[in-house]
Nanobody, 126 residues
Framework: QVQLVESGGGLVQAGGSLRLSCAASGRSLSSYAMGWFRQAPGKEREFVIAMHWNSGRTNYADAVKGRFTISRDGARNTEYLIMNNLKPEDTAVYYC???????????????????WGQGTQVIVSS
């Protein structure tokens, strides 16, 4: 079992930055793909970014390319979502997730992810 806990959400003005954290317990994340998804009110959960920890292979949604990056701290078993140049349309609840079966593919589909955090709210004001 893997438990994921997100933190770092909040209110930020457009153009600003935030760093979200996803702390894992239960197992090392080193062989997994770790992803971030988001869900805005009235919309489906959508893929943001994912990284295969061992290889560093990364997949980005087009909407966040050039603005969002993902990093990891193996010693803390934590991954980070660094969000720059935030836009009002980035407003959503952000979830981290772990994919254990086919991590190398850093798949953007939600059903490929086995463990999910509880989410953290990000609000970007215009």
């Amino acid at each position: 079992q893997v438990q994921l806990v997100e933190s770092g959400g909040g209110l930020v003005q457009a153009g600003g930055s935030l760093r979200l954290s996803c702390a894992a317990s239960g197992r090392s994340l080193s062989s997994y793909a770790m992803g971030w998804f988001r869900q805005a009110p009235g919309k489906e959960r959508e893929f943001v970014i994912a990284m295969h920890w061992n290889s560093g292979r990364t997949n980005y949604a087009d909407a966040v390319k050039g603005r969002f990056t993902i990093s990891r701290d193996g010693a803390r078993n934590t991954e980070y979502l660094i969000m720059n140049n935030l836009k009002p349309e980035d407003t959503a609840v952000y979830y981290c997730a772990a994919a254990t079966l086919r991590p190398y593919y850093v798949d953007p589909r939600t059903y490929e992810y086995d463990y999910w955090g509880q989410g953290t709210q990000v609000i970007v004001s215009s």
